[in-house]
Each structure stands twice: as C-alpha cells, then as structure tokens.
T-cell receptor, first 112, second 114 residues
Framework: AQSVTQLDSQVPVFEEAPVELRCNYS??????LFWYVQYPNQGLQLLLK??????LVKGINGFEAEFNKSQTSFHLRKPSVHISDTAEYFC??????????FGAGTRLFVKA | DGGITQSPKYLFRKEGQNVTLSCEQN?????MYWYRQDPGQGLRLIYY???????QKGDIAEGYSVSREKKESFPLTVTSAQKNPTAFYLC?????????????FGSGTRLTVV
C-alpha cells in the first residue's frame, strides 16, 4: 500500500524568501506524484505532476519539484514566495489506478 | 469552460436528516470521486466511480451513499447514520483509462450540523 508523509504541518516564511515543502512517500511499485494547492474555502488545484522522464518538474505559479527515487521524496520548492502563495499544499501519490493517496497538508504562511 | 460544479456551497443539516450534495462535471471524465476534508487530516476518500452505474466504497463510506446514473453527475447523500458529518466535502474527476494524470476538483460544499 502507498502512503504519503508531509513532514511539516506549517511553514512560515518571509515574502521574497525561498521555500521548500517536504514530502516523502512509500510504495512497492512505480508511482505518479502530485502537488496540489488549496486556497481558503476552495477546492484543490493541480500545481504540478511527475509521471515519468525528467526528475525536475516545473508547475504553475513558479513552483517546481524534484523526484528523488532513492530517497522516496518529492519536495516542492519556490525560489521567491509572494503573499499570494499563502495557502495549504498537498502532496499526493498514485500508482496509476483510480485511487490517489493525499498527505495531511502543509500550511504555508507568507509574511510581509 | 470545462469544470466541476458543486452545490450548494454551504449546507446546514439538522440531526436525523439526510442531505444530498450535488456534483456535476462537463469534462467528459469517466471517473469521479468524493472526498471528505477535516482540519489536519488531509483528504479521505468516501466513494468513487469509474463508470456510469458503478461505484466503490472508499476508506470512510459508512453513513454515506452515492449514485452514478449519468456520466456528468455523482451526487453524495449524507445519511442520518453518519454521526459526525460536519466537514468540507470535495468532488473530483479524472481522466479515465486507468492512468491518473491528476484530479480536477470542484470548489467544495461545507456541511454543518445544527
């Protein structure tokens, strides 16, 4: 069975600073990996996904993530955050079937 | 624009009542899902449907029921058997053929028991 662990429940950061949101997964088979963003009282929006190929994946809003198979990680990064990036971020894993496992989420607070 | 519409946005339920949450999509996706979101617990799968007239229980199906009579629609009923229904409910859909390219989510329904 797959599982996803988001290592930080909350991450405060100052505006224009870099940020990394950490995600580890476990699976005995090949996986597809995703990051979603959720703004208050809204649904989730897909930020980026890793299906195959290059391990560095670029997404929307300047975010990128790196798939590291040996460390079973898929950390999300942004070199310079904005106030508008304040939201909750979810890492998710799928083995290509009809079910996806979500992490518990990381709340990113960007301070002025 | 294609997407998923959930209604209502806010819903209040009295003790012992059944309520139905609507989910409609125009993305031509075969697969649809219902998730429950509680603070600090991420998303938990209630039910999912791979095709019309077929659906499977997720991890927390007790106290919920669904139907899938049309490809575009996947309503969720929260029954009186669900003892703690206050939560944020999210509907999603995905590309079929068994390969998950990620979900498209609706904007959610916040259910509160009064």
């Amino acid at each position: 069975a797959q599982s996803v662990t988001q290592l930080d429940s909350q991450v405060p950061v100052f505006e224009e600073a870099p940020v990394e949101l950490r995600c580890n997964y476990s699976s005995s088979v090949s996986v597809y990996l995703f990051w979603y963003v959720q703004y208050p009282n809204q649904g989730l929006q897909l930020l980026l996904k890793y299906l195959s190929g290059s391990t560095l994946v670029k997404g929307i809003n300047g975010f990128e993530a790196e798939f590291n198979k040996s460390q079973t990680s898929f950390h999300l990064r942004k070199p310079s955050v904005h106030i508008s990036d304040t939201a909750e971020y979810f890492c998710a894993v799928s083995t290509g079937g009809f079910k996806t496992i979500f992490g518990a989420g990381t709340r990113l607070f960007v301070k002025a | 624009d294609g997407g998923i519409t959930q209604s209502p946005k806010y819903l209040f339920r009295k003790e012992g009542q059944n309520v139905t949450l609507s989910c409609e999509q125009n993305l031509n996706h075969d697969a649809m899902y219902w998730y429950r979101q509680d603070p600090g617990q991420g998303l938990r799968l209630i039910y999912y449907s791979q095709i019309v007239n077929d659906f499977q229980k997720g991890d927390i199906a007790e106290g919920y029921s669904v139907s899938r009579e049309k490809k575009e629609s996947f309503p969720l009923t929260v029954t009186s058997a669900q003892k703690n229904p206050t939560a944020f409910y999210l509907c999603a859909s995905s590309n079929p053929q068994g390969l998950n390219y990620g979900y498209t989510f609706g904007s959610g329904t916040r259910l509160t028991v009064v």
